[in-house]
């Protein structure tokens, strides 16, 4: 393939990546911030689909495409600013696969009540955990996106 659009679409899907996260997070937690129940139900169900149509598939080909212009390249994955990079992107996304497992869980759990007072502390708890998940996943990618810019030489 040749390596100008193999970039674009790893630059392109980095973007999807990472644009329909931080816009998914947004709104979930502005609808949790608001404490309606039928905001609640909306958005959660919203970013499990997300995530399934923009997040997952952008993910996967990201680590695609990187592989394959790491090669192109001719790149050692030893390169201490690719090892730095990657190493964050898999912390980001060993953060990021627990929270569409909670997204999921936490879909189911208000979908089953009427009041916003009868949502189980469970949920929130989950919740909770998704905050602190979504965290620390965040300035690791962004973190990425230095390192894939700048290709500091450490």
């Known amino acids: 393939m040749d390596y100008s659009i193999l970039k674009w679409i790893h630059i392109l899907s980095s973007t999807v990546l990472f644009g329909t996260g931080i816009g998914l997070a947004f709104y979930f937690f502005a609808a949790h911030q608001m404490s309606s129940l039928p905001a609640i139900k909306f958005t959660t169900r919203m ?16 680590i695609v495409s990187g592989v394959l212009l790491i090669n192109t390249l001719g790149l050692e ?3 201490p600013w690719l090892f730095y990079a990657l190493c964050l992107f898999v912390f980001a ?6 929270v569409v497992w909670m997204q999921v869980k936490m879909r189911d759990i208000a979908q089953t009540v009427s009041k916003i007072e009868d949502m189980p502390a469970q949920y929130w708890k989950l919740h909770r955990l998704w905050v602190l998940l979504g965290t620390l ?4 990618l962004v ?3 230095w390192l894939m810019v700048t290709k500091p030489d450490f």
Do not use: H, N
């Open 93 to 98: 996304g060993v953060c990021w696969l627990p």
């Open 77 to 79: 994955y030893s390169e």
């Open 143 to 145: 973190a990425v996106f």
């Open 47 to 62: 970013v499990v689909l997300g995530d399934l149509l923009f997040t997952t598939p952008a993910g996967i080909v990201q």
């Open 137 to 140: 996943a965040f300035p690791a």
